[in-house]
């Protein structure tokens, strides 16, 4: 920690009642609240930005004591204000007095105590308890990369290019891809001033028909599960890449391939590309990728592409969002080439900060949905419905579900 915390240091968090933050008491409109949690959680952010002048960079607070006593309430709309008012430092375990304030009325008061500690031991301690599910590492990798066979990679004049090298598959991603991807990131992650722009197309007729449904009768449930939560970590890792990614779409963009494209900063398009999340009409929902999918095209539209397991053609997908240029395919990798050189032309530490600050934008917490994703995805596939859909996939014929 800095010096300079003491005693009677103060601070003050103001937020307007909003629809997340309130309760409604016997299903009667009229009795809509600011809710308890959320008038604890307004004192407790109140006393971390207290604090937060005071840490040094890699410490964070974390609350570990809370009691409060509510005492009155107030509705949607109201400005509530809360306070953390130092009164005690020991070491790295800070004490204060809180309170929460609707104008003049006091609607909660109570004491809480935060430690300081270092964000990487957070880490640690997550990572102990749930391996399977932590982030994959982008520790940057300053050696070469080695030869693939899933994926082609050449390098030329600081751009990327990186094709998807399954083409009698689709561009399917197994699990050899997907390990191969997970090299590729964390190579790119350590070279950021020998490669500043990455193309991602595929080999053949397709970008990428998703992932390789095949290997799923084979593989263990627990086995499935890591390889979803693997994946779905993997195109959260492209937001945190130095480089900027442009996705050349050449063809189907399915499933795990929609949701390639949709991690790529910029994507381009033939005309006869489509879109889509058909995995509804395997049996299960997406395992990763709907936060990104939404962030793209929104709500409504991201529930048409996964309710109805319609793909949308190219032109649809520009007017969506989805896609940020159409371009004849015989020229789409020719556009992309002349979009790189452009960026090559702009102020690398600009462009990199720039992408860091849009993706952060999107949310001050970490993204963590696909976690859900992931086992709403494993609890559907161990059903029968799921059974018939990779029967039925395999036999290439419609499927017969049951559970209807």
């Not at 751009?159 to 991603?173: D, E, F, G, T, Y």
């Not at 130095?242 to 381009?268: K, S």
């Not at 059974?387 to 017969?400: P, V």
């Amino acid at each position: 920690m800095k010096p300079g915390l003491q005693q009677g240091t103060v601070a003050d968090l103001t937020w307007i009642v909003d629809a997340s933050m309130v309760i409604t008491l016997g299903g009667d409109a009229r009795a809509t609240v600011f809710s308890t949690p959320n008038m604890i959680l307004l004192m407790e952010r109140a006393a971390r930005e207290a604090l937060r002048p005071y840490l040094e960079q890699g410490e964070e607070s974390v609350g570990i004591d809370v009691n409060i006593r509510h005492l009155a309430g107030t509705g949607m709309g109201d400005t509530v204000t809360g306070r953390a008012t130092v009164t005690a430092i020991e070491g790295r375990k800070i004490h204060f007095a809180v309170e929460c304030r609707a104008g003049d009325r006091v609607l909660g008061q109570g004491t809480h105590v935060r430690a300081v500690v270092p964000v990487a031991k957070i880490i640690e301690n997550l990572n102990s308890l749930t391996p399977s599910a932590s982030a994959m590492s982008l520790t940057a990798s300053s050696a070469e990369l080695p030869t693939l066979s899933t994926l082609q990679v050449n390098v030329r004049n600081r751009i990327a290019h990186v094709i998807l090298n399954r083409p009698a598959a689709l561009n399917a991603v197994d699990r050899q891809m997907t390990g191969e991807l997970e090299q590729l990131v964390a190579w790119l992650a350590g070279h950021p001033q020998q490669v500043r722009a990455v193309l991602v197309s595929g080999a053949g007729r397709a970008f990428c028909a998703g992932d390789d449904v095949r290997e799923l009768p084979a593989i263990a449930i627990e086995d499935a599960r890591e390889l979803s939560l693997r994946q779905a970590q993997l195109y959260l890792a492209f937001e945190r890449l130095p480089q900027t990614i442009i996705a050349l779409v050449n063809g189907d963009a399915l499933g795990g391939g929609c949701v390639l494209a949709c991690a790529a900063d910029l994507r381009l398009a033939c005309h006869s590309a489509r879109f889509g999340m058909p995995e509804i009409r395997l049996g299960w929902p997406p395992g990763y990728g709907l936060a990104q999918l939404t962030a793209l095209v929104g709500k409504a539209r991201a529930l048409q592409l996964c309710l109805t397991g319609d793909p949308i053609t190219a032109t649809q997908a520009l007017d969506w969002g989805l896609v940020n240029e159409l371009v004849p395919a015989g020229q789409l990798q020719a556009r992309g080439q002349q979009l790189c050189e452009r960026l090559l032309q702009l102020p690398a530490e600009a462009l990199r900060a720039t992408k860091q600050l849009i993706h952060l934008d999107e949310g001050t917490q970490p993204k963590v949905a696909h976690r859900a994703d992931t086992e709403a995805y494993i609890r559907c596939l161990q059903r029968a419905d799921a059974q018939e859909g990779l029967q039925a996939f395999a036999a290439k014929r419609t499927a017969r579900f049951t559970e209807l």
